[in-house]
Structures are given as C-alpha cells and as structure tokens.
C-alpha cells in the first residue's frame, strides 16, 4: 500500500512540474515573425511583428525613431526624414519580462548628388533637349525665372532633367539662371542660348595675374573667312592676335600658338595655365571662351572652364628662340579674363 501510494505521489510531482515548465514556457514565450527595421533617408513606418505572452514593453534609444503602438502582437515605430549626410543608428529593445530582443534600426543618409561639371549648358539658337544628372532623397523643387519660362521647361525622369529650349528667333543672346532645391541642399544652372558669332566685336575687359587686377580697352574679335576667329589687343597696344575655333557653342583657343618675334630678337608664345597650374604648350588643350549670365541678367564672355579640371588661365611667355625651347620669362598671366561691355560695368 505505502509503495502505491509512493509511486502516486511521484507520478503527481511529475505532472506538477511539467504544470510549472508550461506555464514558465507559456509566460516566456517571444517569437519573432517579421520586421521593418532599414529606411531611406525620407524615413517611414516600422515594425516588429511578434507571437509572445505576457506584459510587453518596448524601448528605443534615440529620438528619431518614435514607438507608436506595442502589443502582444506587433510593436510599430516611426522614423523620421534624416536630412543629414551621414546614415544612423538606433538600438530597439522589447521584453515580455522574462525575455528580451534587441534590433537594430538603420537609416540612410539623405542623397543630394548632381553633375558638377554641368551647371553651365549652352546652347545655340535651334530648339535643344539638354539634359543634366540628379538624383536627390527628397522631392526637389525646381526654379525657372519667370522671364524665361516662355522658352525654357523641363521634365524630369530616372536620371534626372532635361531642360526643353524652344528655337531663338529674338536675334539676341537669353539665358536664365535655374535654382534646384531639395531640403536644405540646392544647386543653379545656367541655360544660356545664343549664335556663336556673337562673341565677335569690340569689348573691354578686366583680368587678374593672381595678385592685381588689371584693365583691358577695345579688345577685338573678329571672324574670318575659313570659319575661324582672330582676337587682337588682348595685349594691350602690342599686335599679336590668337586664333580660335568654334567649339561647342564657343570659342577655343589652342595652347602652344607661336606669336612670332617679340622686341627684335625674342618670341612670344601662348600658353595654357592648366588647374594644377602647368604651363601648356599642346596645340589639342583648349582654353574656351562663352558667355557667362550675371545675376542681374547681363551677360559677361568669360576665359574660363566648366569642368573641375578646365584650364585655370593662360599666358603669354617669352622666349630665346623661334623653336620656343628655352623659356625667359612670362611677360602676362592671365587669370580670370573676362570681356564686357563698357556699360555693364561701372
């Protein structure tokens, strides 16, 4: 009899205790089913979806990211827009009280990223498609003055803008200065459409030798029979004439042209001052010269590139020989030359 009841008593704890493992096991239960936890820079809605029992509480450790909901079955979170460059990082804890998981929450650093080399599109007088690289986290906004909307539009797609110009039949240079902006970041461009040939004339001038500036009177550029151009008096009161092309809606001046003798016995050459200031002789390194729009809507014709690596100026270089091998000295750098009329500037 005592043996019976022994075994009963046995068999009694061991249900017990498995009473007690299933209760421990049901009150501990968090089983995670899906989550939400990488965001664009723009941010969103998050979640964790769960299967747990008990109390369940949440936790994050930055302001950023703002619990919404927490229940037994999901704990849903915002993240908010991170207009910062950098991507960031949040730590997400949930515990039903006997267990606890961690997550963590990603988000992308906003994207502002346009083609540098482009702010500047110029374009003949027929009706032209230019297009430029954008791509941007946010929506962005685009500016086009109201002067010029009647000739200049736009339309975006996967790659970025194609600004639309209709054909200039006004008989005189346009442009217009365009503001993209996204956020806190923006970025101009300038549509300028013109014929070539009206770079040609009489203008005035101002330059720089890096230290001074300098004045420049009744420079002149003229164009030839061949289709070429001459551009005289850039040395003031002295002959020499550099030749060019039209490039690309403007005019190129090729490095290395030798100007011919200088003070009897001596030789002038031009050269090309390149953006990691080398003196250039090589005839295929250009330097151009194209309009540029003021912000007060006049246009200046500036010596100057569009690109990070276009040439940083030129000069005028003085030599022993008619072979240009051994150089004297330079008679003029030329930095930031820019011609005008004389009533644009006061």
């Known amino acids: 009899m005592r043996k019976l009841f022994n075994i009963f008593l046995f068999v009694l704890c061991i249900v017990a205790i498995a009473g007690c493992n299933d209760t421990e096991s049901s009150e501990s239960k968090l089983e995670i089913k899906a989550v939400n936890t990488n965001f664009q820079a723009t941010g969103g809605k998050g979640y964790i979806q769960l299967q747990s029992t008990g109390n369940i509480t949440a936790d994050v450790d930055v302001d950023w990211c703002v619990l919404k909901e927490v229940n037994p079955n999901e704990v849903v979170f915002e993240v908010k827009e991170n207009t910062g460059y950098s991507?960031?990082?949040?730590?997400?804890?949930?515990?039903?009280g006997v267990k606890t998981e961690a997550f963590n929450i990603n988000?992308?650093?906003a994207v502002f990223i346009f083609g540098?080399?482009?702010w500047m599109l110029r374009t003949d007088n027929k009706a032209a498609t230019l297009p430029i690289k954008l791509q941007s986290s946010f929506d962005?906004?685009?500016d086009i003055p109201a002067e010029a909307q009647e000739?200049?539009?736009?339309?975006?797609?996967a790659k970025g803008i194609n600004f639309k110009v209709k054909e200039n039949t006004s008989g005189k240079m346009r442009g217009a200065i365009v503001n993209i902006a996204a956020k806190d970041r923006s970025a101009s461009y300038q549509v300028i459409q013109y014929d070539v040939d009206e770079l040609t004339g009489t203008w005035q001038g101002m330059f720089s030798d890096g230290q001074m500036n300098y004045g420049l009177?009744?420079?002149t550029i003229e164009k030839q029979?061949?289709?070429?151009?001459?551009?005289s008096n850039i040395l003031t009161g002295l002959p020499y004439k550099l030749k060019a092309k039209a490039i690309d809606n403007c005019l190129a001046f090729g490095a290395g042209q030798n100007l011919g003798v200088f003070e009897d016995n001596l030789y002038l050459s031009f050269e090309i001052l390149s953006s990691d200031l080398y003196y250039v002789k090589d005839p295929s390194v250009t330097i151009s010269l194209g309009p540029v729009m003021l912000t007060d809507g006049t246009f200046v014709f500036a010596f100057s590139g569009i690109k990070e690596n276009d040439p940083f100026?030129?000069?005028?270089?003085?030599?022993?020989?008619?072979?240009l091998q051994k150089v004297i000295d330079n008679l003029s750098i030329f930095i930031n030359c820019i011609l005008f009329k004389e009533d644009i500037i006061q």
């Open 140 to 142: 962005y906004t685009i």
């Open 116 to 118: 540098k080399d482009e």
């Open 107 to 109: 988000q992308s650093g």
């Open 87 to 96: 991507g960031r990082n949040a730590l997400l804890t949930i515990s039903n």
């Open 151 to 157: 000739w200049l539009s736009f339309e975006q797609n």
């Open 217 to 219: 009177k009744d420079v």
């Open 225 to 231: 029979e061949d289709g070429t151009y001459l551009l």
């Open 313 to 323: 100026g030129f000069v005028f270089r003085v030599y022993e020989d008619a072979k």
